[in-house]
């Protein structure tokens, strides 16, 4: 077992004052590893960074057309959004098409991230309902294919026909068995993967064609479309999702993952990029898969979406420029 490479440091003056360590595999369009950091056979959880893996039997399965979603909403059912009202509403309208309400959700509820939202509960004195958890539009992705297959409200259950279509495709995608299974923050099941499989399956997502030859690639290639076309959905102003897919114009699908998880899907190349960063920190998770697409030559370094997150300036509260975030020499290209 390969030990943890150094792929992101934290610099103040002319030192490197912390070093954060992980996991990174970019593999080709038959799973291949093309290039890789660390140990690329490291198991992981990939926590929301595989929703679109979750989201596919709600496309392949004839569920989503059959209840007439949009590109947002299946763009939402990939998504960890902030709670604004762009993401709460539609999610809110998708429940009502069903006949469903708040209620029906199985994610828990919590303060939204974004701002705004967050400041109309507390100054209203109202409560954060499910619709603003940051995974609500998948659990309304999960509740629809229930809905299509007739089967019990306990969705989450891991002997659910859901999570068990789940499993199946996430079992073909990443091409390995299930190496486990936790329950992630929104209570649903998050099975644990090598991370060459979720580069092999986010590879699979980047070579698909909606005139691909099966339902399970046609529906990869929509969903990754779909976040590509609403990268506003997926995430949310501020957050580093949002801003990267916005700087490559549709041209690349990224997704985070809690605890430092990171994917991208980059069609041109039918690459994936999958990426753990040991320490569970953010900040190095950002920088890393930035430095990745740069180094495929997928996003400008000097955007100022990039910018934010790749050997972006640490301030104090003075506003002081103190240090940077860097990568590592050599992992830009």
């Known amino acids: 077992m390969a030990e943890p490479a150094k792929l992101t ?5 002319e030192m490197v004052e912390s070093l954060h360590l992980g996991h990174a595999v970019i593999c080709g369009p038959g799973g291949e590893i093309v290039e890789s950091w660390g140990d690329p056979e490291v198991v992981i959880y990939p926590r929301s960074s595989a929703k679109m893996i979750q989201a596919l039997p709600l496309v392949e399965s004839g569920a989503a057309d059959a209840a007439g979603l949009t590109p947002e909403q299946l763009a939402l059912a990939c998504a960890s959004h902030n709670g604004a009202h762009i993401h709460t509403d539609r999610v809110a309208h998708w429940l009502a098409d ?4 708040d209620d029906d959700l199985r994610c828990g509820a919590h303060m939204p991230a974004d701002l705004e939202a967050a400041k109309i509960i507390t100054c209203s004195e109202a409560k954060p309902l499910q619709v603003h958890n940051n995974c609500s539009g998948k659990h309304a992705g999960f509740l629809t294919l229930t809905r299509h297959l007739g089967a019990g409200p306990e969705y989450l259950d891991i002997d659910h026909p859901v999570q068990d279509a789940v499993r199946a495709a996430w079992e073909d995608v990443t091409g390995e068995p299930v190496r486990g299974w936790a329950i992630d923050g929104c209570s649903a ?3 644990a993967t090598s991370l060459h499989g979720l580069g092999r399956a ?4 980047a070579a698909a064609r909606e005139e691909g030859r099966t339902p399970r690639e046609r529906a990869a290639a929509r969903l990754r479309k779909a976040m590509a076309a609403h990268p506003e959905l997926v995430a949310g102003e501020g957050r580093a999702c949002t801003g990267l897919m916005r700087a490559m114009e549709g041209r690349v699908s990224i997704k985070t993952g809690a605890e430092a998880v990171f994917v991208a899907m980059v069609p041109e190349r039918k690459l994936g990029i999958a990426l753990k960063v040991a320490d569970g920190a953010t900040r190095a998770s950002e920088a890393t898969v930035a430095a990745l697409l740069v180094r495929l030559g997928v996003l400008d370094p000097d955007h100022e979406e990039t910018r934010k997150v790749l050997n972006a300036p640490i301030r104090n509260w003075r506003g002081t420029v103190t ?3 860097r990568p590592v020499q050599g992992l830009t290209g």
């Open 323 to 325: 240090g940077y975030i």
């Open 189 to 191: 099941p998050n099975f």
């Open 9 to 13: 440091e934290i610099w103040r003056g």
């Open 98 to 101: 069903l006949g469903l309400g």
């Open 202 to 205: 986010m590879a699979f997502f």
